[in-house]
Nanobody
Framework: QVQFVESGGGLVQAGGSLRLSCAASLNMFRNSAMGWYRQAPEKQRELVATITRGGSTNYADSVKGRFTISRDNAKNTVYLQMNSLKPEDTALYYC??????????????WGQGTQVTVSS
């Protein structure tokens, strides 16, 4: 059962923008906070941004001021607008439902992700 389908990645020059989308299954989206993660080659997956059901957002320091997470509850979709992209943003980007407690914990199975490559 597919839970998350990410799209919108691509190759962009430094300073450019991309908008990622993640379509989620209803049961994973409706009552959940959502998060965007990324994994660069030979690095651990890291949390980039989160958004609660009510729209409160939080960002990793490395993307604060450049990335914006949003959600459309009617479409079961979460977005990540990425501006002023840097080569170090190059990674495979994933979304997941999350529970936000002492730590942020992903709840669902990982999708295929969408590749973002930023050239210098």
């Amino acid at each position: 059962q597919v839970q998350f389908v990410e799209s919108g990645g691509g190759l962009v020059q430094a300073g450019g923008s991309l908008r990622l989308s993640c379509a989620a299954s209803l049961n994973m989206f409706r009552n959940s906070a959502m998060g965007w993660y990324r994994q660069a080659p030979e690095k651990q997956r890291e949390l980039v941004a989160t958004i609660t059901r009510g729209g409160s957002t939080n960002y990793a320091d490395s993307v604060k001021g450049r990335f914006t997470i949003s959600r459309d509850n009617a479409k079961n979709t979460v977005y990540l607008q990425m501006n002023s992209l840097k080569p170090e943003d190059t990674a495979l980007y994933y979304c997941n439902a999350v529970i936000m407690a002492a730590a942020t914990i992903p709840l669902g199975s990982w999708g295929q992700g969408t590749q973002v490559t930023v050239s210098s």
